[in-house]
């Protein structure tokens, strides 16, 4: 039987003992491994020594692993073009862009994008999975900026991105009830499901047993309180 691919981009080296964004990307790839998915991963690097940690730690795994440095776009007219078109994926290098669409071209089976500014990549994409792990417009709400102008310019222009890019999206993970009406709120089209970062003794190995995602009223699917969050973005998501 054919294995499902899984194409994986993350924005940090998923190096187990990095921090805590790299462990999670760890995790994930590592149970998607586990439960016979094909994996190719494409991670942006900022660090030499952990990209190299990070392949050797998944090795055993058979994940396909390339990490793409980051590199301003040289031409100053089309570096300010992007940001206008597309703020903050300026990690997003022309390299990682060409090696993805190389590999969607090749066939895959799910796009899972970590982290909300690699939603660039989804570009309207078949079966693409967006992680958001925290919004901004979150974050800073309450937060007193004073008479800071450049502060609370940041603020109002990074929070237009985010709805902006979620706007576009069709499916989106995330970790909260919280986070999740707050998206649903901005995309009421869009598929969201809540998968906390908690684990449980009955999703270890030795009690592995089946879950399915649970649909409340406002449309957002949510994973049972017992459950392993790399386990449950492994599920075939899309069927639910």
Not at 47 to 72: G, R, T
Not at 114 to 124: D, F, I, P, S
Request: glycine letters at 6%.
């Amino acid at each position: 039987m054919t294995r499902a691919r899984v194409i994986v981009v993350t924005p940090t080296e998923p190096h187990p003992f990095g921090h805590a964004l790299g462990r999670w990307h760890y995790a994930l790839l590592k149970e998607l491994s586990r439960r016979k998915y094909q994996v190719r991963c494409l991670s942006v690097s900022n660090n030499q020594q952990w990209a190299q940690l990070a392949a050797q730690a998944l090795e055993p795994f058979e994940i396909h692993l390339s990490f793409h440095p980051v590199s301003l776009e040289p031409n100053w007219l089309r570096r300010k073009w992007r940001t206008l078109r597309a703020p903050f994926s300026y990690n997003l290098s022309n390299g990682l862009r060409a090696d993805l669409a190389r590999e969607l071209r090749s066939g895959y089976d799910v796009l899972h994008l970590e982290q909300l500014w690699t939603g660039y990549l989804a570009e309207q994409h078949q079966r693409s999975l967006v992680a958001v792990h925290h919004l901004i417009t979150l974050d800073l709400g309450g937060l007193e900026l004073g008479r800071n102008p450049r502060l609370v310019l940041g603020r109002h222009l990074m929070g237009r991105s985010e709805r902006r890019l979620l706007r576009r999206l069709q499916a989106i993970t995330t970790l909260s009830d919280r986070l999740a009406g707050s998206i649903q709120s901005i995309n009421r089209r869009a598929r969201v499901f809540v998968v906390p970062f908690a684990g449980c003794p009955a999703t270890s190995p030795r009690g592995a047993s089946s879950h399915a995602f649970s649909r409340s009223s406002s449309g957002v699917f949510r994973a049972p309180s017992c459950s392993s969050p790399a386990g449950m973005r492994a599920r075939s998501w899309w069927t639910s």
